[in-house]
Nanobody, 121 residues
Framework: QVQLVESGGGLVQAGGSLRLSCAAS????????MAWFRQTARKFVAAINW?????SYSDSVKGRFTISRDNATNTVYLQMNSLKPEDTAVYFC?????????????????WGQGTQVTVSS
């Protein structure tokens, strides 16, 4: 089991960038697939596998967002570039023990509390 804490949200103008971080507790972080979802309805944004060599993105963020992880520091990141007003949402970090890039929120057992991202036009 891991506990997840997101940070890095805020207010940014359209076209700007933000980097979200998700710090995980626990000694088995490297054996969790990590993902980012956003409200409402916990829509899938991106996922990264255990080793970090495979990623998946929703069509709406592909080419603008990059997910990465550092297993040495138990942290997963979401670099968000070319932000649009429609990216405004609460962003959640999630974790599953399966080494598979799930896109459905019900496949993830562990969740953070969320961080607000607001993009102004």
């Amino acid at each position: 089991q891991v506990q997840l804490v997101e940070s890095g949200g805020g207010l940014v103008q359209a076209g700007g960038s933000l980097r979200l971080s998700c710090a995980a507790s626990g000694r088995t972080f490297s054996r969790y697939t990590m993902a980012w979802f956003r409200q409402t309805a916990r829509k899938f944004v991106a996922a990264i596998n255990w080793s970090g060599n495979s990623t998946s993105y929703s069509d709406s963020v592909k080419g603008r967002f990059t997910i990465s992880r550092d297993n040495a520091t138990n942290t997963v990141y979401l670099q968000m570039n070319s932000l649009k007003p429609e990216d405004t949402a609460v962003y959640f970090c999630a974790a599953t023990h399966e080494d598979f890039l799930h896109i459905w929120p019900e496949e993830y057992a562990e969740w953070g509390q969320g961080t607000q991202v607001t993009v102004s036009s």
